[in-house]
């Protein structure tokens, strides 16, 4: 009914920049507010950024003043501008959205991810 695809991963070198994206879609009926998370090997999934469909954004104190999130609640995407990227960035990184969709004419709301994409920052 819903799907977040991801892309924008890849291999990148110490003090490098990538750029995530995620666009939803599905029969949305409304989106709460998108975030992404990461989980490196061997550790939980944690968070990185969220941001609200007002605006409010929350950052982990990890990536704060490098990585910024953005979304587009016309488009239903949101993206993440990673800078000053480290090794400990290395991660698979997740979308995750808090939404309302549309199904057999009702309406349903959950928490949705999508499939991750691999970030490595390695020289």
């Known amino acids: 009914q819903v799907q977040l695809v991801e892309s924008g991963g890849g291999k990148v070198q110490p003090g490098g920049s990538l750029r995530l994206s995620c666009a939803a879609s599905?029969?949305?009926?409304?989106?709460?507010?998108m975030g992404w998370y990461r989980q490196a090997p061997g550790k939980q999934r944690e968070l990185v950024a969220t941001?609200?469909?007002?605006?409010?954004?929350n950052y982990a104190d990890s990536v704060k003043g490098r990585f910024t999130i953005s979304a587009d609640n016309a488009k239903d995407t949101v993206s993440l501008q990673m800078n000053s990227l480290k090794p400990e960035d290395t991660a698979v990184y997740y979308c995750n959205a808090d939404l309302g969709y549309y199904s057999g004419g009702y309406p349903w709301f959950g928490d949705y991810w999508g499939q991750g994409t691999q970030v490595t920052v390695s020289s």
């Open positions: 941001i609200t469909s007002g605006g409010s954004t």
């Open positions: 599905g029969n949305i009926l409304s989106i709460n507010a």
